[in-house]
């Protein structure tokens, strides 16, 4: 009995771990998507991606890229978040802003007096408002972009951008 209890409990627990939680309503199936931007062939981190959806979609697909240009797209709706894409033909966008100058560490700015954090945070918003955008304003708009991708069920998903070509 000892020996089927356990045989039971281990099985219950495969089977939670298995099913995660549901999809909701009208969620697409997802294939996976990497895409990588560069910029003359040097990887660019922190690049916003995103495919445009279909009207009327209430899922969104995008990630940002990591330290070596590169990101395997997600698809969220609401809470619930799927690492992939789904099929059909998409147009890319990104987006970037250039860094800023200067940024303060948690001590440095704990060690202000309020009025001088304030200060340095409203030349901040200044600066990165300011701040030209290292991509290009055409692959930043969704009609104007360039940039299409088709993703395919068991298809090579990738794609690599590079931002000197644009």
């Known amino acids: 009995m000892r020996l089927y209890c356990m045989f039971f409990l281990s099985a219950l627990s495969v089977a939670v771990v298995g099913c995660g939680p549901k999809a909701p309503d009208g969620f697409p199936q997802v294939f996976p998507c990497t895409i990588k931007v560069v910029n003359g062939g040097t990887p660019v981190e922190g690049v916003g991606i995103s495919l445009t959806m279909p009207k009327g979609s209430v899922y969104a697909t995008g990630g940002a890229t990591d330290a070596s240009g590169a990101v395997a797209l997600g698809t969220s709706q609401g809470s619930f978040h799927k690492t992939g894409a789904p099929a059909g033909d998409f147009k890319v966008v990104l987006s970037k802003a250039a860094p800023v100058s200067e940024s303060l560490t ?3 700015a704990r ?22 955008s290292i991509v290009p304003p055409d692959l930043s708009d969704a009609m104007r972009t360039p940039i299409q991708l088709t993703v395919k069920e068991g298809g090579d998903n990738t794609l690599e951008i590079d931002l000197a070509s644009y």
Do not use: G
């Open 106 to 108: 948690e001590e440095q």
């Open 111 to 132: 060690a202000m007096e309020p009025h001088e954090r304030q200060a340095f945070m409203v030349k901040m918003a200044a600066e990165q408002a300011k701040a030209k």
